[in-house]
């Protein structure tokens, strides 16, 4: 069961460049999420989806882009990539047909912009 | 807008001690949904237990127990018998009706010195 996958696990970056994280679930969840943790503290909310095609901002929105093109996988963009990025990233994934459901986390990727 | 505090940044203590994590959240939804997540050195995200907001019974599942009391928004988590291998940090959520989106707790660290 690959439940929620991650890629990339682990990526430098210099600042200003862009790339693109990926997120692929195989639960056939309807909603996706992008959070990042940052040393000491929760995860925040960077931007959601509650089904293909449809993306929302969440908390922390601003320098990130994301597309959900198809139902499985939920991309989040960074475009020009800032030190103040760098964290790690969990993509998570829930069932919404029941309301109760807690959301499954991937393994995260650990980013620095340097 | 919502609000999850975890009071206790770092708790120690001596395995198979009794332990209790404290969680205080804040909402003006009327349904809600509360989860606890560990998250071992490893550092993936693992979902403990969860409560809805209409329901206070409390529970008991195997060495993990939870007090749920809406009069005072508190949502406390209990680890019986601790062991070296429950050293992670702890994290409660708060869950929304809206596409599920979740507000976590800066987390508790949980260090069990045998």
């Known amino acids: 069961n690959a439940g929620v996958t991650q890629t990339p696990k682990f990526r430098v970056l210099k600042t200003g460049q862009s790339m693109t994280l990926l997120c692929a679930q195989d639960?056939?969840?309807?909603?996706m999420y992008w959070y990042r943790q940052d040393p000491g503290m929760g995860l925040r909310l960077i931007h959601y989806?509650?089904?293909?095609?449809?993306?929302a901002k969440g908390e922390v929105p601003d320098g990130y882009n994301v597309s959900r093109l198809k139902k499985q996988n939920f991309l989040l963009g960074l475009e020009s990539a800032a030190p103040s990025q760098t964290s790690v990233y969990f993509c998570?994934?829930?069932?919404?047909?029941?309301?109760?459901?807690?959301?499954?986390f991937g393994d995260g990727t650990r980013l620095s912009i340097l | 807008a919502q609000k999850v505090t975890q009071a206790q940044t770092e708790i120690s203590v001596v395995e198979k001690e009794d332990v209790t994590l404290d969680c205080v959240y804040e909402?003006?939804?009327?349904?809600?949904?509360l989860f606890w997540y560990k998250q071992p050195p490893s550092g993936e995200l693992v979902f403990l237990i969860r409560?809805?907001?209409?329901?206070?019974q409390n529970e008991i599942s195997g060495r993990y127990s939870w007090n749920f009391q809406k009069s005072t928004s508190s949502f406390n988590f209990t680890i019986t018998a601790s062991q070296v291998v429950d050293s992670a940090v702890y994290f409660c959520?708060?869950?929304?009706?809206?596409?599920?989106?979740?507000?976590f707790g800066d987390g508790t660290t949980l260090t069990v010195k045998p």
């Open positions: 409560r809805n907001s209409f329901d206070e």
């Open positions: 989806s509650v089904g293909e095609g449809t993306t």
């Open positions: 639960m056939n969840h309807e909603y």
């Open positions: 909402t003006r939804d009327t349904t809600y949904y």
């Open positions: 959520a708060l869950m929304d009706t809206n596409a599920g989106k979740s507000t």
């Open positions: 998570a994934s829930r069932n919404g047909g029941v309301v109760n459901q807690p959301q499954h």
